[in-house]
């Protein structure tokens, strides 16, 4: 089956920045919707960004509008979700997932492992 797998996650004080990948040697990834999602304790995983595979074109939910960019390298084969201004609110694990088109992820998709993003004093 199609193995997503996150990497980047770690502590960083308010303010700070990370740089999360997703990779996936097993297929290509341009060719799905590739989505980043989290789940902080006590919450329910919710979307965070994605990006379409037929236009390119990329989603953010209001809370990261602005300090977070999702991007493609294809040659490398890899997603990146570049966070910034990060605040403690922003304290979740992050996972990857890829379906045909960024709707479809949360009823189906494949998904990573997630990696586990602190933001702290």
């Known amino acids: 089956q199609v193995q997503l797998v996150e990497s980047g996650g770690g502590w960083v004080p308010p303010g700070g920045s990370l740089r999360l990948s997703c990779a996936a040697p097993?297929?290509?990834?341009?060719?799905?919707?590739i989505g980043w999602f989290r789940q902080a304790p006590g919450n329910e995983r919710a979307c965070v960004s994605c990006?379409?595979?037929?236009?390119?074109?990329?989603y953010y939910a209001d809370s990261v509008k602005g300090r977070f960019t999702i991007s493609r390298d294809n040659a490398k084969n890899t997603v990146y979700l570049q966070m910034n201004s990060l605040k403690p609110e922003d304290t979740a694990v992050y996972y990857c997932?890829?379906?045909?088109?960024?709707?479809?992820?949360?009823?189906?998709?494949?998904w990573g492992q997630g990696t586990q993003v602190t933001v702290s004093s």
């Open positions: 990006i379409s595979s037929t236009d390119g074109r990329t």
């Open positions: 097993g297929f290509t990834l341009d060719d799905y919707a």
């Open positions: 997932a890829a379906d045909l088109v960024c709707g479809t992820i949360p009823r189906g998709g494949y």
